[in-house]
């Protein structure tokens, strides 16, 4: 219909003909001109960094080549803050991609007042992360409830900060991203939920499965695309969790929960801004071959489901 | 028999993960009321409640000035992130142009970058722009985010496009169109890309944190992270209190516009 329209002689039409190579780029102007300056910009510099000795307070910098990186590689407490960062993922990805599972399950039922325990799952995510942090510090401190759990449970002798145990310290940390995110995936879920019919859970039910057999055996496959969702999320925001660790441990007890985050903000507070911007090269990779991999293998999955 | 067995075993679930995610907050909100005269851990009731940690906060921590300028950054990134989203979402959904593929991929590889890479150059480009202790400064990574524009994106593929056709044969203009007809009937996903602004700009903190040295532009993350320093004694209740202060206001937000929170993820997940 606008073909036809165009085609008339009309000078008014034409006009608008005219400018319609510029539209489009009109609308996209403010955000691409945001973007440009305040993403792109810093993070090609962030690369241009990772080969210079850059110095922020001079605002110039030599090429170096690769010796930042050969540098950063050398660096125990960057071996270190790999291996946490690793090990953060390793717990907290299975947490991430089942708990809420289990949570958007038992909100999709109809239950009545369901609406208002979806609010209260969500509430964490609203919360300021700092917020998080240090209501959970309290709680895990000797006289906190945590910390008198782990003793009332037989766990420890005594009270017990699992903060400031080397052993314990990350895996404390994690609780606090995965309760964080709790809401967040159960909404991503609850949408892939709700493209699952019934009629499957109705055929089920009627040969007889048990719900734990339903969950296995038809929720959890239906969900494969949400699960990619999630754990390409978990994997790229979990390593770049910052104030759970900052203010509650702040990387340690020695080190045990310094993770590339919190090496790479230190580094940065030193100025030393071309190393940090080398890390930041590691941590970025990181996150794109984590979310590769899983896209991987999920895709066949995924076609196995279809057949 | 069967049925009420499971459906016990349901509410069970229910209840055990509502007081996992509102177990922190009750206990904070007990440790606020206690009074300056009371032990820190020695109940966990309070014996005489009193308000006293609030008003501390507001008086003395200066939380009404972080206060203020959370509100202040705030009620400049929602409204601006909202309009250049969803302008620049328009063309991405609507128009084909030279060049849009190359846009949609620079535009998701930003969202996957994490934000410790380029955190030093962003620290050095906007203290040379002289945006350091500005409002501006503070919420520089909030307006026009790629998050928002396929959010919006994804809004405005599911409008059919008969609506604008017969606009166009009124002689309305783009611009026109996309104000008048499609901004309207998306109305649910503005007002979630307001409450994920609104969250994130509200609860931001290491930007802040390095972009802010001087504390009379601290937001309430930092003003809070900064009270934590010293994390003993009777200030844990003043934690307690500002902690609840710095998310009462996101709460409140959330659970007023919450009947409008769309389902963001949906079509995005789409096997």
């Known amino acids: 219909m606008r073909l036809t329209l165009n085609k008339q002689s009309n000078v008014k039409v034409k006009k608008r003909k005219e400018s319609s190579v510029l539209t489009p780029w009109l609308f996209l102007l403010p955000a691409l001109l945001m973007i440009s300056v305040f993403y792109i910009y810093p993070i090609l510099q962030a690369f241009m960094w990772s080969v210079q000795d850059y110095k922020i307070i001079a605002g110039e910098g030599a090429f170096v080549g690769l010796d930042n990186f050969r540098y950063i590689f050398q660096d125990s407490l960057f071996w270190r803050a790999l291996t946490n960062s690793l090990l953060f993922l390793v717990v907290v990805l299975p947490l991430n991609v089942f708990l809420p599972i289990i949570v958007a399950s038992a909100v999709n039922q109809k239950v009545k007042g369901i609406g208002l325990f979806r609010v209260i799952y969500y509430s964490p995510v609203v919360t300021p992360m700092v917020v998080a942090a240090l209501m959970w510090r309290m709680l895990y401190v000797e006289s906190g409830f945590v910390g008198n759990l782990v003793h009332f449970l037989g766990l420890y002798d005594r009270p017990t900060n699992l903060l400031m145990q080397t052993s314990t310290a990350l895996f404390a940390v994690t609780v606090i991203t995965v309760w964080k995110g709790l809401g967040y995936y159960m909404m991503i879920y609850l949408a892939g939920l709700q493209s699952i019919s019934d009629e499957v859970y109705e055929a089920a039910s009627i040969d007889g499965a048990s719900p734990i057999q339903k969950f296995f055996k038809i929720t959890v496959p239906m969900l494969a695309p949400s699960i990619t969702l999630v754990s390409i999320m978990t994997i790229i925001n979990g390593l770049k969790v910052f104030e759970e660790i900052a203010l509650t441990t702040g990387g340690g007890p020695a080190g045990a929960t310094t993770t590339l985050v919190i090496y790479i903000f230190d580094k940065f507070r030193n100025l030393e801004v071309s190393t940090a911007s080398a890390a930041g090269i590691v941590l970025l990779v990181l996150a794109a071959t984590g979310s590769v991999i899983q896209l991987k293998l999920n895709s066949g999955k995924e076609k196995d489901l279809k057949g | ?271």
Request: contains cysteine; charged residues 10%; aromatic residues 14%.
């Open chain 2, 1 to 271: 028999m069967k049925m009420t067995k499971n459906k016990i075993l349901l509410y069970l679930l229910i209840i055990f993960f509502v007081f996992v995610t509102v177990g922190p907050f009750v206990f904070t909100l007990l440790m606020s009321l206690k009074g300056p005269a009371e032990g820190v851990y020695t109940n966990i009731f309070p014996r005489d409640p009193s308000l006293d940690n609030y008003f501390i906060a507001f008086r003395q921590a200066r939380f009404d000035e972080y206060l203020i300028n959370t509100v202040i950054a705030v009620l400049i990134a929602v409204p601006l992130n909202i309009l250049f989203c969803s302008l620049a979402a328009y063309p991405l959904a609507r128009m084909d142009f030279k060049g849009k593929n190359v846009i949609l991929i620079t535009i998701i590889a930003t969202m996957a970058v994490p934000f410790q890479l380029f955190m030093a150059p962003l620290f050095n480009l906007v203290g040379n722009m002289g945006l350091r202790n500005s409002y501006i400064g503070l919420i520089v990574l909030q307006v026009g985010t790629a998050f928002g524009i396929f959010l919006i994106r994804q809004s405005y593929l599911t409008i059919p496009k008969a609506l604008e056709e017969s606009a166009y044969m009124d002689g309305a203009n783009k611009f026109q169109v996309w104000f008048r007809i499609i901004l309207p009937m998306i109305k649910p996903t503005l007002i979630t890309l307001g409450i994920y602004t609104f969250t994130f700009t509200w609860g931001d903190y290491l930007w802040p944190l390095i972009n802010t040295t001087d504390n009379e532009m601290y937001t309430l993350s930092i003003g809070l992270a900064q009270l934590s320093q010293s994390f003993d004694g009777s200030n844990i209740k003043l934690i307690s209190a500002a902690s609840l202060l710095t998310t009462i206001p996101s709460l409140a937000i959330f659970i007023w516009l919450q009947k409008y929170f769309v389902g963001t993820t949906k079509g995005a997940v789409k096997g």
